[in-house]
């Protein structure tokens, strides 16, 4: 229960893991932006009992209905990982290649620190508007 806690931004990831069946955030001085873009979409989904809270925010001092707030240039990001093929031999080079769509553009990187191969490898990201390449080169170690 976190009513009345003076609470202006709340994160989804506090609760994306979680299976909640309700979660109480009323008498809360919420903040409208992109922040709360995922709480709306719980309370559309019906999703945490969120929907029978009816949920406000603030915009220029003024309350707004979450069920109504209509938030610009604002979407959940899209992710989508394809790789060139399937299989290689051993020591030949893969490429992924990652979509990423949302409003604010998404940032994307490619985390490599843990990868390991017998191989002297090689990554190569590359970048576009709305897509990340990461290219794995191998060679014989010598």
Wanted: charged share 15%.
């Amino acid at each position: 229960n976190l009513a009345s806690n003076s609470l202006e931004h709340i994160s989804w990831r506090v609760f994306h893991f979680l299976p909640l069946l309700n979660l109480i955030l009323r008498e809360n001085p919420l903040i409208c932006s992109c922040d709360l873009f995922w709480l709306q979409q719980w309370q559309n989904d019906d999703r945490g009992d969120v929907y029978s809270q009816m949920l406000f925010c603030l915009s220029d001092d003024e309350e707004i209905p979450l069920s109504s707030l209509v938030i610009s240039n604002c979407s959940l990001p899209k992710v989508t990982i394809v790789s060139s093929q399937l299989k290689t031999q051993e020591g030949g080079n893969l490429t992924f290649e990652c979509h990423v769509t949302g409003s604010p553009t998404p940032n994307v990187t490619w985390q490599t620190e843990k990868l390991a191969s017998n191989f002297a490898t090689e990554f190569q990201p590359c970048c576009g508007e709305e897509y990340t390449n990461l290219t794995f080169i191998s060679s014989l170690a010598a």
